[in-house]
């Protein structure tokens, strides 16, 4: 399709739109077809241009774009082969004039079934402008339809049926029953061509009569051999009476005859009659039944066609956030390497038992990496860091110091908080005059759901958070273990068993991982992504949730180690644990067995935490604010999950720009608000949001770069 009349066309659509919203999907609609020419149902872009110029000169209530979906399935009716459509000049001209202004579709007296009743189109329309003619006849279609489909096999000429359809459109408007008035038409259209229906009550009697016919015919045939008899036994009868006698029976014989001849007539033309009847009807039903499979059909490929574009939107989004969390960490790694107070404290590993502690944390978040990002980092480090080698050579005897303190025997008493001779009610109210402390003195924030959630780790119910990218349920974990005062190991998701259970080394060692001395010594353990992890790996928590005051596991060392009283398990994940969604297509289904195991406890953004992150910036909570509420109503528009969508960790991110200097304004509003985004999902943020600023609003420069920003890269001026 040529690009100027379909850019003319959609310019012509967003002018209307600049008057009334509901030509927003009209919009979507043409830059579809823009976008792919093959999904012009209409074939040409003639026809859709005239048609899009109807739709607009029309002034209709409908929504345009619903306007367009009927008219692809008029269209498919109309025109059913295309341009290789029998006569195609003259269909598509019908096609058009059905959409006139004021025609037959915007008076709602389009009827499928009455087109296909017309070989004649021309005198379908005129037949059609004549209904258009009579009172309120568009909400008596149904009947008047009814009538049509019931009456079309009764009528050779067409001009006859078109005549008669006008006259029942009359009579079943001003009839008070339409029904009954509909079926009285149908019944005389039937008999006026010769049709009448014939009851088993009739053919019964027909059939009796038949017999009696025959009956008749036996007894004639015995009076005549009585009279045979009789005469040849009375010579003395005269030739008269004789041959009255005979006239007599000849002509009750052949009345017989004919009659039964008339009877046997009749049945064969109604058993033919309704042969012919049930033969169209099985037609009819037939093509509308194919019709209606071809018409699913294109709806199916293009819900699936939708559904295949939001996976591909949502694929591209996640990947990009995984490659830009593995950059900043593996930037971590490498300033983590190049630090100087690091390299000397290495030189004293013998001398402190706290600094082989911190080198085997050090250790243990780096193995958390995936394989093709460890690789990189190495090769950054033999870039960057020329004396690591003394790091290197101190690592078995780090190991070896990691063996002997996960030989140490354990302390098992318990937490205070977990300590269950206490009641709940005390120790809850103490740890919550702990979190009052914390806030007053250090103005922490909590989310609004961080009591149901350290409730659940003091009653060892192993909470699984269920929540969106950057919502803070990480941070929401380092603030349980910091409260309670226990140890947190962060051990990402579960990819493989030996990163619960270790594994026993070349040299016939043990590696202890970081699972190990949780249960054996307490401690928290966060499982993040868990949803997005090895789930036949994870199965192995089964081994390890049982809080009976005796449990143990027996590790490949060995060692059966019993579980400490302030072992803890947090998981957390973006789905519900039942497996892949549209927001999140690669996640796995958690085994129905682990899942009962936990508790999940939904987290979501929370407002007043962003409210706090940004109190000394009210004016971008604000615009903030209003972007995440244009992002939800583009979710309900569209049924599926926003992309791009504002964060608490989006919210830190600014402040941190802010304090700092490092970004302006507009650079801001470039990299956290608009890029990744297309251009029409821009056009329905903006438009959203601009309701708000109609009115003066302390965020109005923010929406006024925001507005600008978008408009130059709608109008090609400004580089994504």
């Known amino acids: 399709m040529a690009k100027g009349k379909i850019d003319s066309m959609i310019q012509a659509v967003k002018s209307a739109l600049n008057l009334d919203d509901k030509y927003t999907q009209l919009s979507i609609y043409l830059n579809e077809i823009k976008r792919d ?95 258009a003619d009579i009172p309120s006849v568009a909400r008596r279609l149904a009947h008047i339809e009814d009538y049509a489909i019931g009456a079309r096999q009764f009528f050779l000429d067409e001009k006859s049926f078109s005549s008669a359809l006008i006259n029942a459109a009359f009579r079943i408007s001003s009839a008070e029953d339409k029904a009954a008035e509909t079926e009285k038409l149908i019944v005389s259209a039937a008999r006026a061509a010769g049709v009448y229906d014939i009851s088993e009550e009739t053919l019964g009697r027909t059939e009796m009569l038949l017999r009696e016919a025959q009956d008749r015919l036996d007894g004639a045939r015995h009076t005549l051999d009585l009279t045979d008899t009789r005469l040849s036994n009375f010579v003395s009868f005269t030739e008269n009476s004789e041959k009255a006698l005979k006239n007599m029976t000849m002509e009750e014989t052949e009345k017989l005859r004919r009659e039964a001849k008339g009877a046997e007539l009749e049945l064969r033309r109604a058993y033919d009659a309704f042969l012919n009847e049930e033969h169209d009807s099985i037609i009819f039903e037939k093509d509308n039944l194919v019709r209606e499979v071809v018409e699913s059909a294109d709806s199916k490929i293009r819900e699936l066609k939708m559904v295949a574009a939001t996976i591909k939107d949502n694929t591209a989004a996640e990947l990009f956030r995984i490659n830009t969390e593995a950059n900043k960490a593996i930037d971590r790694a490498s300033a983590m390497l190049n630090n100087g107070e690091l390299k000397n404290i290495i030189t004293q590993v013998q001398k402190s038992d706290e600094l082989v502690e911190r080198i085997i944390r050090v250790d243990e978040f780096s193995r958390n990496f995936d394989t093709e990002k460890s690789k990189q980092a190495e090769e950054a480090q033999e870039v960057t860091v020329v004396p690591a080698v003394s790091a290197v050579a101190a690592v078995p005897s780090l190991i070896r110091q990691n063996e002997l303190r996960c030989q140490e025997p354990a302390d098992m008493t318990p937490n205070l908080y977990f300590d269950e001779s206490y009641s709940f009610k005390d120790r809850f109210a103490r740890l919550m005059e702990q979190k009052k402390h914390d806030i007053d003195e250090n103005g922490a924030l909590y989310h609004e759901h961080f009591d149901d959630i350290i409730t659940a780790v003091i009653e060892d119910s192993n909470p699984y958070l269920i929540g969106p990218s950057g919502c803070g349920k990480t941070y929401l974990v380092g603030q349980i273990a910091a409260l309670l005062g226990i140890e947190y190991l962060d051990i990402g998701y579960i990819n493989e068993e030996y990163d619960l259970l270790g594994f026993q080394t070349a040299d016939g060692g043990y590696n202890y991982p970081a699972f190990y001395r949780a249960y054996k010594y307490g401690g928290i353990v966060f499982c993040d992504e868990f949803d997005n992890g090895n789930i036949r790996a994870a199965v192995k928590l089964n081994s390890f949730m049982s809080n009976g005051k005796n449990a143990s596991y027996c590790f490949p060392n060995g060692e059966r180690v019993q579980r400490h009283p302030n072992f803890r398990i947090i998981a957390a994940g973006n789905t519900s644990g039942s497996g892949a969604d549209r927001n999140y297509n690669t996640r796995e289904k958690i085994e129905e067995s682990l899942q009962q195991r936990f508790t999940a406890i939904y987290v979501d953004y929370d407002n007043r935490l962003e409210k706090a992150i940004l109190h000394n910036y009210p004016e971008w909570f604000e615009f903030a604010e209003q972007f995440r509420a244009a992002t939800t109503a583009w979710s309900k528009e569209n049924q599926i999950a926003a992309p791009g969508i504002f964060t608490t960790r989006d919210a830190t991110s600014i402040k941190k720009y802010l304090d700092h200097g490092s970004y302006d304004a507009v650079s801001i509003m470039r990299y956290e608000f608009i890029e990744t985004k297309d251009n029409e999902y821009l056009a329905f943020l903006e438009r959203e949001m601009s309701r708000f600023y109609s009115a003066p609003r302390q965020s109005g420069q923010l929406f006024n770069i925001f507005h600008d920003e978008v408009t130059g890269i709608r109008n090609g001026e400004a580089r994504r």
Not at 53 to 66: D, G, I, R, W, Y
Not at 99 to 117: C, M, N, Q, V
């Open 37 to 131: 020419p093959d999904k012009n149902v209409f074939g040409s872009e003639e026809v859709l241009t005239e048609l899009v110029e109807k739709v607009l000169a029309s002034k209709t209530e409908k929504e345009p774009v619903a306007v367009m979906n009927e008219a692809e399935s008029i269209y498919r009716t109309v025109v059913p082969l295309g341009e290789d459509t029998r006569d195609y000049g003259l269909a598509k001209a019908v096609f058009l004039k059905i959409f006139e202004k004021d025609g037959i579709y915007f008076s709602g007296l389009f009827s499928r079934k009455i087109y296909l009743a017309f070989k004649d189109k021309q005198l379908y329309l005129e037949t059609m402008c004549a209904l």
